[in-house]
């Protein structure tokens, strides 16, 4: 059997990141005096770390006397901690992933090592450039533990520069942006600019504040491209989607095809007929030859994570907190109406929307898909 090909690019371009940035101007729209104002080139960017006061720092990093953090140092410590890795970001309010990056930076910890020695500390609070208005912060926080310690076969969060090879572009939430590879993307702060250091053993998320879950996983799921509705009888049916492979991996991929019932494509979460569906496996597809994105043709950059630097290639595949993609081509479909859905099962055995199918904390249920074979 042939090896199924892509059929678009695995990396996401920048500019072809779903945004859903926040801000009144947004952030990416200012230009020239404001842009300079708002610390957001890289000449102007700065870095602040300090302690809301419950907390002991040596060295606070500050605006005020000139030692916050600024660009070219966070580049430079790059170059001896410096991290590249896949990761695909996603709103857990929006169910299809917002785009693939390779993103580079350095870990937070390598970070925090410059405000000195630290004590009687529970968490790390951080926010970006919201307009100079307290009303507009979009603050997160991490556990000052999960920071400074992440075992070897994980992913620290890292404070990052460069997006697929390139400058972090001020519409991705450039010049700098926190990473949190395990998380959905409101974790991911964009127009990095202060990190507090606190006692607080509370999470101060904006999202926690808006009724949603401030450690907010990641989730392994199928997602459904777009893609005719209509096929003729006798032609071969490809269709493509993505999997976001979550905080418990992928094993695969696997779909469910029956006659329409005309209810719209609709199925009650406790419909009898999810018990007794019959789901076949898809094709999920290898690490590609052209990463796109931006990169060159053929080329992927050397130590990413993940990759085997000996050969260039992923150790697994598909990599956690990035997207898999998966095809199934269906033959010799009579003509009638059909109702397609795809799932995943993840490394531990749990099929979509399990084991957290509460959708609050991310958008997982099953996509399915309605199309005719004529005759």
Known sequence: MDTPKATKSF???????????????????LTGA????????????RLEIVSDGSTQVAHPRKLEDNTAIDYAT???????????????????????????GLWEGVPLREVLKLAGKVNNIRRVYYWGFHNNDPAQIFQCSLCYNHVMETPPWDLPPFVAYRLNGEPISLLRGGPVRMIVPWAHGFKSVKWLQRITLTNDYKANDTYALQNNDPDSYLKTAAYLDDGPQQ??????????GTAMVGWSGLKRV?????????THGRLAEDDPAWQKAEWKPCAILPPPEHWGGSLPEGVMPKDVWGFAAATGKPKDWPLRFSIAQWTVTLERLAAG????????IDLNGFAQPEPRPYQKSGMNLVQGKQFVVTA
């Open 11 to 29: 990396l996401t371009r920048p500019e072809n990141f779903t945004d859903v940035s926040r801000g009144k101007p947004k952030p990416f729209t």
């Open 337 to 344: 109406a059909y109702e397609f859905r795809a799932r995943t």
């Open 74 to 100: 966070l580049v430079e410590l790059g170059k001896k901690h410096g991290i590249k890795f896949l990761k695909a970001m996603q709103c857990n309010n929006i169910a299809q992933p917002l785009g693939e």
């Open 231 to 240: 096929f003729k009888a006798g032609e071969p049916i490809t269709l493509t």
């Open 34 to 45: 404001a842009l300079e104002k708002a610390r957001l080139t890289t000449a102007t960017w």
């Open 254 to 262: 696997e779909y469910w095809l029956r006659p329409d019932t005309g």
